[in-house]
T-cell receptor, first 115, second 113 residues
Framework: GAGVSQSPSNKVTEKGKDVELRCDPI?????LYWYRQSLGQGLEFLIY????????KSGLPSDRFSAERTGGSVSTLTIQRTQQEDSAVYLC?????????????FGQGTRLTVV | KNQVEQSPQSLIILEGKNCTLQ??????????LRWYKQDTGRGPVSLTI?????NTKSNGRYTATLDADTKQSSLHITASQLSDSASYIC????????????FGPGTSLSVIP
């Protein structure tokens, strides 16, 4: 597709279960970001991948959160032992190269609800 | 600490009226500043991007200004339309090896008929 694709669009899970969120960035984009947005709140940075460099994981809120980017393309955000406070919209974005100040393109997000 | 603040938090205006949204930042060293529009239930979409040397940039009815000395930016919307109802987010890039971005909390704009 032409844009950033995220799946699933909605996910309801029971507290304590693990979830995986997927992001397909725009082809050729080397930079990929994950953000979290709670209801009525601004975007919270989680993790950033840039090419083959070590990812910036400084935004991950706890060790229950992890992310991978395989082959420099698809990324998976994993939340283990989900808690109710993990409920939010998880947004993925990609861009050609951050150092060029290029535009970030966002996916539609995955709405996670932990019950 | 690098921060981005926006005001007002929310705004309601009548269709056809103009409005101005404010963004103040303390990010340093500064790389660039963007304004994004986020419709309800969707991801943000870029409206404008401004670098240190740019003072103003327009995109249709949207005009962004930047004062790098005072570290302030504004987004002016002219002749508002109902479709302008959205959250407007100011995003500032810190000039690191990869331009780490810092998001503002957003201004929620409601345009009513």
């Amino acid at each position: 597709g032409a844009g950033v694709s995220q799946s699933p669009s909605n996910k309801v899970t029971e507290k304590g279960k693990d979830v995986e969120l997927r992001c397909d960035p725009i082809s050729g984009h080397t930079a990929l970001y994950w953000y979290r947005q709670s209801l009525g709140q601004g975007l919270e940075f989680l993790i950033y991948f840039q090419g083959n460099s070590a990812p910036d994981k400084s935004g991950l809120p706890s060790d229950r959160f992890s992310a991978e980017r395989t082959g420099g393309s698809v990324s998976t955000l994993t939340i283990q032992r989900t808690q109710q406070e993990d409920s939010a919209v998880y947004l993925c974005a990609s861009s050609l190269d951050r150092r060029l100040g290029t535009e970030a393109f966002f996916g539609q997000g995955t709405r996670l609800t932990v019950v | 600490k690098n921060q981005v603040e926006q005001s007002p938090q929310s705004l309601i205006i009548l269709e056809g009226k103009n409005c101005t949204l404010q963004c103040n930042y303390t990010v340093s060293p500064f790389s660039n500043l963007r304004w994004y529009k986020q419709d309800t239930g969707r991801g943000p979409v870029s409206l404008t991007i401004m670098t240190f040397s740019e003072n103003t940039k327009s995109n249709g009815r949207y005009t962004a200004t930047l004062d790098a000395d005072t570290k302030q930016s504004s987004l002016h919307i002219t002749a508002s339309q109902l479709s302008d109802s959205a959250s407007y987010i100011c995003v500032v890039s810190e000039q690191t090896s990869y331009d780490k971005v810092i998001f503002g909390p957003g201004t929620s704009l409601s345009v009513i008929p």
